[in-house]
């Protein structure tokens, strides 16, 4: 290479353009473009609604082009637009139907919708007077005839479409909503009537047995996803007309439908309303699922505490419906929402009316025991060896002493280390994929736990305390009320650790002040204790079976009554 | 306060409540010392009176059904009288509620942190006041309805577990101290049953009206039998000389509880108990002084009010220089607070409102 070339290479390299490499993006978030966007979005958003509020036209090219329009159909891959030519009475009328794909149960389409339409048949083609004569009478030789013109859209109706649901609409905004479920929609050139067909057929999870609230004794069906599924697995437990299920819809976007369940003549009114009240004056662009709605609707979210009952079994949901209370479902969770709940509620389990009182007392004694450990013990430890080491007999305290003799930080330290390694365990597990899960629960109880006490960075007495908090935590049956005791019981540690008893009885007390001042739709949550009312088949211990012969007074149910006084007459009455 | 509603069992824990914080310090002592082994007897002596107090309480009140005391006083003397009863109410409550906070507070310090500085004790009760006024209403009364029958079972288990230490002798000489000292001088007892006084503001948040009658006379009923096993416990277990000398002599009678060799001091649990009641005792005390300061000041909330009104309370517990000052307000100070204020100047009002009223319907 000659010296020239040379120089008018390093030339280049040195003072030639390159572009830049790096790839650099970021949203703007300039006040003024965000302002504009903004306007935008809203102009936008209005000129939208005032599409989908407009009347459906006698024209189907304008139709067509407004759905197109609506739907984006031009970058939309899923809307389908299915052009046709429909015969009715030897007549034949330019149509369109509009679905989205994966949504509609397609044989359901091709042999129910198009093939009636589209196919000449005997309906179809039949080619009678266009006016019917409905009535016809003779006075004096003069004849009245009361005819009835012909009308398209009748006939369709009632002839040509072979399906169970079909709803005649006016309004763009209806046929959308409908699309948007899952139906189809019919259009026909000439008249101003649309036709949503319910055609759904979306693949939907099948009915399994309850994950979180596992039973020994009862039912083992859960809810899916499917609202109509959900619904149907309570009408097939309750079996009464006096079942209502009302349907709402929340979300401005999401339009997600909600079923509210209630029995007519058992359910207090007033409840009734509220519940709807409530859910009718939400203001929010999407609903997800149930627990959006939970939080949306509940008395008080301030303290964590939950006020509203989910629940993933049917059977547990028409026992509460049978008692008075209300339960809304909502569509995409395969969870029901029970209100109003009380504290009594949430320490009970499905299974405590499967079997015997005294079984269920036992347990529901432990679940007690198990929320006071859950709540108290972490703390409490740290007060006895911080302030109160007297309560401890002189063996036990020499113990912990000893155990702790190696350890090098304060207790507060130790024990804050330890619940939080915890709850880490308790995250990560149920995180990770199943498979790993049991490995990351060996791996952090068993090998962690035991090295931190090898290591000494934490006493054994200490695992103990924890590992005992833990387990108590799990024998909670609600998993939000659990979740509340859980994060509670940190409040305890500090109070504990500041003042011994005199911190936790200043938590005690702000805890039960707490309890006492929620309501769950109007019912005080320490009912039926506090305020006192009737305990006979409701209070925190089971009464057997045949005591149960009332509703909850605090319900003020429409029939108080459940049964009747003597209930086993086989036994009492025919003697 | 009047947007209140109790129940009965909400309305005679409150009576109860305050009887159980005032025994648990210094009041068995100030009941013990002046009529020695009389006091189980003067107990069931002043219980009666007790009873005959609240009785005639409720007759009075019964001619203005659904008011109280500061309405009645209304009635009576205008919005002048109101505004002065109401105050001293005001006063009487702030005052009583400082001293046992102090003398709590201190017994606390002796026992569980004497390396603690006295204000910081002081400070944890006086947080709970704010927080149990800025919730709804009734909650301080039902959270009080749940911690009140723990402690009314644990004074009945200290009574059992401690059977076995009782010196049924001590009851000896049946008068202790001579019939004077029992019955006469020994009346000025039944400020013990400091709870009473609630009686004068209770009518307008009572949910059944028609129910006063049985909420008196079952609280001081339930008062009495409390005390009666409070101060047999005492009476029982220690000689006359060595409970002067003790400062909280019902803590003292559960440092003897075992079980076992495992369980053998008891006495934080039931600590803790008392501890719970105490919070309750503040909390309902702030109840009826935000009320009552918001009926003679016309406020619209009485929420805000109970800063201040913390403020004051801690500022007035840290005002005594020791605790003989603090014993002597307890002991003393409030006896005679007590039959000055809550028999002689109320009974009054009543009797005067009383008379009023009828002089009004014979000339109608």
Known sequence: MNLKNLTKKLAKQLFEYKPEESYDFSINNNKDNKNQSIQLADNTVKYEKDRKNQTIYTSLTINKENIQSIFNTLINSDIIIRDFILNARGKQYSAFLLYIDGMVNVNAINDFVLESLMLRNKANTYDGKEERIIHETTTNNITVRKIKKFDLSEYIYNSLIPENSVKKCTKFEDIISGVNSGNCALFIDTI????????????????????????????????????????????????????????????????????????????????????????????????????????????????????????????????????????????????????????????????????????????????????????????????????????????????????????????????????????????????????????IGIVGALILGEAAVNANIVSPILIIVVAITAISSFAIPDYSFSFHVRIYRFFFIVLGFMAGFLGLGFGIFAYILIMCSLKSFGVPYTVPYVPSSSTRGHGYLVSPIWKQDTRADYLGPKKEKSQDKISMKWKYENK | ?????????????????????????????????????????????????????????????????????????????????????????????????????????????????????????????????????????????????????????????????????????????????????????????????????????????????????????????????????????????????????????????????????????????????????????????????????????NIKSNKIISYPLTLLVLGLSLLPKDESITSFLEGTVYRYIFLIFSIGISLLILVLAYLKKKAKTIKE
């Not at chain 1, 395969?334 to 009594?344: E, K, R, S």
């Not at chain 1, 207790?411 to 049991?438: D, K, N, W, Y």
């Not at chain 2, 495992?262 to 909390?283: E, H, K």
């Open chain 1, 192 to 439: 101003n009537i649309a036709f949503d067909i319910d055609v759904k057929g979306f693949n939907q999870r099948s009915i399994e047995a309850p994950n979180n609230e596992v039973i020994i004794k009862g039912s083992q069906e859960s809810f899916v996803e499917n609202i109509r599924t959900n619904t149907s697995q309570i009408r097939r437990v309750i079996n009464n007309e006096n079942l209502i299920i009302e349907n709402l819809t929340v979300g401005e976007i999401s339009k997600t439908k909600c079923a509210i369940c209630y029995m007519q003549n058992i359910t207090n009114e007033d409840l009734v309303s509220e519940v709807k009240f409530r859910i009718n004056n939400l203001s929010i662009d999407t609903l997800l699922s149930s627990g959006q709605l939970e939080q949306l609707i509940e008395d008080n979210s301030r303290f964590g505490i939950p006020q509203i009952l989910s629940t993933e079994r049917p059977d547990k949901c028409a026992k509460h419906l049978m008692q008075g209370r209300v339960v809304v479902l909502v569509n995409g969770t395969p969870y029901g929402l029970i209100m109003p709940a009380t504290f009594v509620d949430y320490m009970s389990s499905p299974e405590d009316t499967n079997i015997k009182p005294i079984f269920s007392n036992f347990l529901k004694l432990l679940r007690f025991i198990a929320l006071i450990i859950t709540l108290l013990l972490p703390g409490g430890y740290v007060a006895i060896t911080s302030f109160h080491q007297e309560i401890l007999p002189t063996e036990l305290l020499f113990s912990i002493l000893a155990a702790r003799q190696y350890v090098p930080f304060p207790i507060i330290v130790e024990i804050v280390t330890m619940e939080l390694s915890f709850e880490l365990i308790r995250e990560a597990g149920l995180r990770v994929p199943s498979p790993v899960g049991p490995t």
């Open chain 2, 1 to 297: 306060m009047n947007s209140i509603k109790l129940g009965n069992f909400e309305a005679i824990a409150i009576i109860v409540t305050i009887t159980i914080t005032h025994s648990i310090l210094t009041l068995p002592k100030s009941i013990m010392v002046p009529v020695d082994s009389a006091a189980l007897l003067n107990l069931i002596y002043v219980s009666i009176l007790a009873l005959f107090l609240s009785i005639i309480i409720y007759k009075l009140l019964n001619n203005f059904p659904g008011l109280d005391i500061i309405d009645i006083s209304e009635f009576l003397g205008g919005k002048i009288l109101q505004r002065i009863v109401g105050l001293l109410f005001l006063i009487y409550v702030l005052f009583v509620s400082s001293v046992l906070l102090r003398t709590f507070a201190h017994c606390l310090k002796i026992v569980y942190y004497p390396m603690t500085d006295l204000i910081f004790i002081l400070a944890i009760f006086a947080v709970s006041i704010p927080i149990s006024c800025t919730l709804s209403s009734e909650t301080i009364f039902k959270a009080n309805l749940i911690i009140i029958p723990v402690v009314l079972l644990g004074i009945v288990f200290l009574f059992i577990a401690n059977t076995k230490y009782f010196n049924f002798e001590n009851i000896y000489p049946l008068f202790g101290n001579g019939i004077n000292a029992t019955f006469i001088k020994g009346a000025s007892n039944i400020f013990a049953f400091g709870g009473i006084t609630v009686l004068y503001l209770l009518p307008p948040i009572l949910k059944d009206k028609m129910q006063f009658k049985k909420v008196s006379i079952l609280s001081t009923v339930l008062s009495s039998i409390y005390f009666i096993l409070t101060i047999a416990t005492i009476l029982f277990m220690f000689s006359s000389v060595s409970f002067t000398n003790e400062l909280m002599p019902l803590y003292s009678s559960v440092r003897y509880i075992e079980f076992g060799t495992f369980f053998q001091r008891l006495d934080s649990v039931f600590l803790l108990t008392w501890i719970l009641a105490f919070f309750c005792y503040l909390g309902i005390s702030f109840r009826f002084c935000t009320s009552i300061y918001k009926k003679i000041t």
